[in-house]
């Protein structure tokens, strides 16, 4: 992920399993070449399988496994907050998502395809969900 002029990595993992997946914030500020650890414990849950994007100034971590639905977001990669909001208006493990591709297009979020349900690999999905942004510089896009 580029944001604020560094490469950011965000969580992940090094097997399928909980005890696995990672929570931890990394970033390079010369093309990758040297790493350099931004937050080891951040407010988030360890995951694999989320989105992350950067839009008006911060990154949102979307959802993942196992937690599908949460979403954060940080102005600077260390301290992140939580949103009040749900992905996929999700608040079960029923109807959250990992394993999707988050994008940003004219103004929108798209959010497509993923696995679902709590359990590795259950539900697949082939849809795509789309949410309007707010304008870059408005009073919402405020953190």
């Known amino acids: 992920m580029s944001f604020n002029d560094k490469l950011f990595i965000v969580a992940g993992e090094i097997g399928f399993t909980d005890s696995t997946q990672l929570a931890d914030v990394w970033s390079s500020d010369d093309d990758g070449k040297t790493w350099n650890v931004v937050q080891s414990q951040p407010a988030y849950s360890a995951r694999s399988g989320h989105g992350v994007i950067a839009y008006g100034g911060v990154m949102v971590l979307i959802a993942g496994w196992p937690e599908l639905s949460d979403i954060y977001y940080?102005?600077?990669?260390?301290?992140?907050?939580?949103?009040?909001?749900?992905?996929?208006?999700?608040?079960?493990?029923?109807?959250?998502?990992y394993d999707f591709w988050p994008l940003v297009h004219n103004g929108k979020l798209f959010l497509?395809?993923?696995?679902?349900?709590?359990?590795?690999?259950?539900?697949?999905?082939?849809?795509?969900?789309?949410?309007?942004?707010?304008?870059?510089?408005?009073?919402?896009?405020?953190?």
């Open 74 to 97: 940080t102005n600077d990669g260390a301290d992140w907050t939580l949103s009040t909001g749900l992905a996929w208006n999700c608040n079960s493990t029923d109807c959250g998502k």
């Open 112 to 143: 497509i395809g993923g696995s679902g349900s709590s359990s590795t690999f259950g539900k697949l999905y082939s849809e795509t969900w789309s949410l309007d942004l707010p304008a870059l510089g408005s009073p919402s896009m405020v953190v």
